[in-house]
């Protein structure tokens, strides 16, 4: 059981490796883990949640698919006929001396077309500022609620 942990662990951050590179949000509250913890989970509600480790201080949620409608593609700019974007969320809370820190980053991947035989398929794309604003404004609100303030 412990390995099993361990691994979900190590694909959630391999797996965000270059996500985080691009547009992790960080946030020093000061209070208790468990409230900033309780906070977390509130702000990400509207989500599925996939992983939910509180030892290890880790949140994936599921895929959420949201359509893009007016895409197009080729040279031609053909119609993406049901062009979406998906999107997934990963939070770590982490206890420090005095205050807890929250990290949180949007993997996201667009439905595009791939080229030759493989047609279409998801391709990563940058995170979007809109759901990034989103969670912020969201987890900030949850802090509050729960007592914590920030530094």
Known sequence: MYI???SLLIMAVVSTACASMSGMQQRFAVCS???AWE???EA???RAINTKEKDAGLIVTG???IPMPGRTFGALQRDVVNSKDRSRITLT???LDDVTKISFVEERQRWSFRGGSRGFGWASTDPSEEVMHDVQSRL???LKEHGCSFT
């Open 39 to 41: 906070a977390v989970l």
């Open 93 to 95: 809370v982490k206890r």
């Open 44 to 46: 990400v509600k509207d």
């Open 63 to 65: 895929w959420l698919e």
């Open 140 to 142: 900030d609100s949850k």
């Open 4 to 6: 099993t942990r361990i």
């Open 33 to 35: 883990y468990d409230h």
